[in-house]
């Protein structure tokens, strides 16, 4: 089994008003550091210009919220430009699917590349020109060593490499034989463009890598013109300096990759000289963020598309119900650091009820109704009560809400012989409905087979309107309800995390991480009663359904007949009172 210490856990917030963070976006980071010596010195003519450089391989994961965050941030926290850039070098698993897909998030975050968004494919022409000014320099070479043999050929961590035979090919002969490739005379494979630089560095990735290869894929952008595609690899650098980037900041993962990407760079004679400067990459608990990962769980069916709610994607997010704003404070608040770690999701968590708290309008919805009768009010008569659309918001107004005889309220929020300490309905004690006015319960209705109870009666008193009475008395409970005649029935999906354990790779021995798939994280309730002004719910706009939880509406299989409400986050971290519980009990 995993050991439970490989990966370091940010704690829960001490309690649900305390920021999860000690706010190091106060302080300035190492990035911003560089940037500032940079600006000192006067490099790139006191410029800022940065890129986020997604491949269009598959859709944006929170992950890449940190990335583009940051990216834009700082090009606009010094007066510069970011460019939206695509990576589009491996058309074997790129569509334009996720060109749009990244587009929309990007845009759904509030960033603007205004007219800078550009392609890898755009510099194919320059690309291939800077290849044949490698080999011109001798410094690139044409081999024929097969995939796996260039592997085997390599060496490993502690043994050099070994060189190509085909490495003392003459300039004359290697630019006869890329020109040939680019003109499709080889089939796929047999022939690649390497860089001459060091089959014994310590850095694997100097063991002359591979530049180009041969690919007969039709590319999303460049149809079939070309037949040879660049490595991102070579791409990347050489696209950040026809760019003009000042600063090209990446993920961890490619710290090992400067000197190459620095080589490049070093050897051609491009316009500009960007820096490559890593970060730690963002990862959560209950969370997979490798795009590798989450292709297999679209693909195999673990999940309803990249767009599932419960899919770290911000499409999924942004269907679950996850604002721009919650995702940018979060993201702005765990900073940037040098070394990986892993974030409690409770932290993102709590960026989003603060700020759901402060947009999200407070309805009453039913989700386990049971009916409740008030024998003393008028039979045919209809209130129509005033509700405060959200208390933290003067501004946003009131609604009306209807109010006659026969209500639903929740099953759970009536007890025939109640425990101690249950505030809520039981029979001979007095509440009060929520808007409404004050109840008590009289009499109970069961079912003569299952003896489940299916009906309450209660009287109220009609001088506590609106949860005031006229003697001054008060109660412990109020309910939330909705008017039977008047309510509209809905489909409720309650979500949870998608893996069990916060790290979901802690499996046993021959397991992997989807052994620890959550098979709970999807609940759904049919049956449903909802507040009639629901039927007017749009997608993207926050609800909280009263003493529940946040919730929005699905974009994708609602209807108008019968709408859809996901839910976005519960009104408490439970999750954290879980764990929390489970510790102490262990």
């Known amino acids: 089994m995993k050991s439970p210490e490989a990966s370091p856990l940010q704690t829960h917030p001490q309690s649900e008003s305390d920021p999860p963070f000690n706010n190091p976006s106060q302080s300035v980071d190492f990035i911003r550091e560089i940037i500032n010596q940079d600006l000192k010195e006067g490099k790139n003519n006191g410029k800022v210009i940065t890129r986020f450089p997604p491949e269009p391989n598959g859709y944006l994961h929170i992950g890449h919220a940190k990335s583009i965050c940051l990216n834009f941030g700082i090009a606009e926290e010094y007066n510069g430009v970011c460019n939206l850039r695509f990576d589009d070098t491996n ?16 845009k759904w975050l509030g960033f603007d590349w205004e007219d800078r968004i550009y392609f890898a494919s755009d510099y194919f022409e320059q690309l291939y020109l800077y290849a044949e000014e490698l080999i011109e320099l001798g410094k690139a070479y044409v081999c024929d060593l097969t995939p796996d043999e260039i592997r085997e050929y390599r060496g490993t961590l502690t043994e050099p490499g070994k060189e190509s035979p085909y490495r003392s090919r003459s300039i004359e002969e290697n630019l006869n034989l890329f020109r040939r490739m ?12 390497r860089a001459k630089i060091d089959m014994a560095s310590p850095n694997l990735n100097m063991r002359d890598p591979v530049l180009y290869r041969i690919r007969r894929v039709k590319h999303h952008r460049t149809e079939n013109k070309w037949c040879i595609y660049p490595m991102y690899d070579y791409a990347h650098p050489l696209s950040d300096a026809i760019e003009g980037i000042t600063h090209s900041i990446c993920t961890l993962e490619f710290e090992n990759h400067r000197p190459l990407y620095d080589w490049f760079i070093s050897q051609l004679n491009t316009k500009s000289i960007p820096r490559q400067i890593e970060f730690a990459r963002l990862n959560l608990t209950y969370t997979v963020l ?10 195999n069916k673990f999940v309803d598309g990249w767009d599932d ?6 499409a999924g997010l942004r269907r679950r119900g996850f604002t721009p704003l919650a995702i940018r404070n979060f993201c702005s608040a765990i900073g940037v650091a040098k070394s990986d770690s892993v974030i409690d999701i409770a932290n993102l968590e709590y960026f989003l009820r603060e700020d759901l708290n402060k947009k999200a309008v407070r309805v009453m919805a039913v989700l386990n109704p049971l009916k409740l009768v008030i024998d003393n009010y008028p039979e045919d008569k209809v209130e129509e009560l005033d509700a405060e659309n959200n208390p933290e918001n003067p501004a946003a107004g009131t609604r009306k809400i209807p109010f006659c005889k026969t209500l639903y309220i929740e099953k759970e929020d009536f007890r025939e012989d109640p425990p101690k300490g249950f505030f809520r309905l039981s029979p001979g004690k007095e509440v009060r409905l929520k808007h409404a006015y004050y109840i008590t319960c009289e009499k109970i209705v069961k079912d003569p087979k299952t003896g489940e109870i299916i009906e309450l009666h209660c009287k109220y008193d009609p001088n506590s309107r609106g949860g005031w009475t006229t003697d001054g008395r008060k109660v412990l409970g109020t309910l939330h309800w909705v008017s039977a005649p008047h309510a509209k029935e809905a489909e409720i999906r309650l979500y949870s995390h998608l893996f069990l354990k916060p790290d979901p790779d802690d499996v046993e021995e021959g ?3 989807k052994s620890n798939l959550n098979p709970n994280s999807l609940t759904i309730l049919n049956g449903c009663k909802v507040e009639p002004s629901l039927m007017q719910a ?7 359904f009263l003493r529940q939880a946040y919730f929005c509406l699905d974009s994708r299989h609602s209807s108008t007949e019968k709408p859809v409400f996901n839910r976005t986050v519960t009104l408490r971290d439970t999750w954290g009172k879980i764990e929390k519980s489970q510790r102490r009990k262990e």
Do not use: H
Request: hydrophobic residues 30%; charged residues 35%.
């Open 511 to 513: 397991q992997d991480y």
């Open 309 to 314: 709610p419960r899919m770290p994607t911000l």
């Open 538 to 544: 749009k997608p993207g706009i926050p609800y909280q």
């Open 91 to 106: 058309p074997e698993k790129e569509d334009v699917e996720y060109v749009d897909s990244i587009m929309e998030d990007v």
């Open 182 to 193: 680019r003109a499709g005379e080889f089939p796929d494979g047999s022939k690649s463009l």
């Open 290 to 299: 490798s795009k590798r990962r989450l292709i297999e769980l679209v693909q």
